[in-house]
């Protein structure tokens, strides 16, 4: 007895087109590229989303850094004995150092701008007031004014601060100026 072997055959169509599953070179492209478009605009809005946080954070640290600096001045000046240089603020004088004399222990500070940072000199210790790592200050003065010798002398306190190693991009770039006035209540 003779087995019969049946051979299934798939039946062609001739319209390929609805009858093969699958898809066609041209749709994959279309695919891949219409992805390609769409994985680099979500890169570009990432980068760009992190390039903003890291200069707010830098900005911050600026303001943070600079805002101690300036209050830490503002106190001892506010609160100072004397003021010993300059002598006199008759005329107004811009100076790039004043030199305090403290009321609690009779101390003398000396507020400088020097070599890109604002330092603090005492007998005690001599300090930078801002981090000189990662910032550097520039344009920094004090201006000394009195409208007579029997007012009070007001101190103004200017300078501006910028990363120390300035990048090559936008958000690693900023200056951000300081300004206040002091007047001394015991002088």
Do not use: H, W
Not at 109 to 128: H, L, M, Q, R
Request: glycine fraction near 4%; hydrophobic fraction near 40%.
């Amino acid at each position: 007895m003779k087995k019969k072997v049946f051979f299934y055959q798939r039946k062609r169509n001739t319209d390929t087109k609805y009858s093969e599953k699958g898809f066609t070179l041209i749709e994959l492209l279309t695919v891949m590229s219409i992805m390609g478009v769409i994985g680099a605009i979500a890169v570009s809005i990432v980068t760009i989303a992190l390039r903003g946080s890291k200069k707010t954070d830098l900005i911050d640290f600026a303001r943070q850094n600079s805002d101690a600096a300036l209050s830490q001045m503002v106190k001892s000046i506010r609160y100072a004995a004397s003021l010993n240089n300059p002598v006199s603020c008759v005329p107004s004088v811009t100076v790039s150092a004043i030199t305090i004399t403290s009321l609690t222990d009779y101390a003398k500070t000396t507020y400088s701008c020097a070599g890109g940072t604002i330092s603090s000199n005492s007998a005690t210790a001599s300090e930078p007031l801002i981090d000189t790592n990662s910032l550097k200050v520039s344009a920094c003065s004090f201006v000394c004014s009195q409208p007579t010798l029997n007012d009070p002398p007001t101190i103004t306190i200017l300078y501006t601060v910028s990363p120390k190693i300035a990048g090559n991009f936008a958000e690693t770039n900023f200056t951000i100026p300081f300004q206040t006035s002091v007047t001394m209540r015991n002088y």
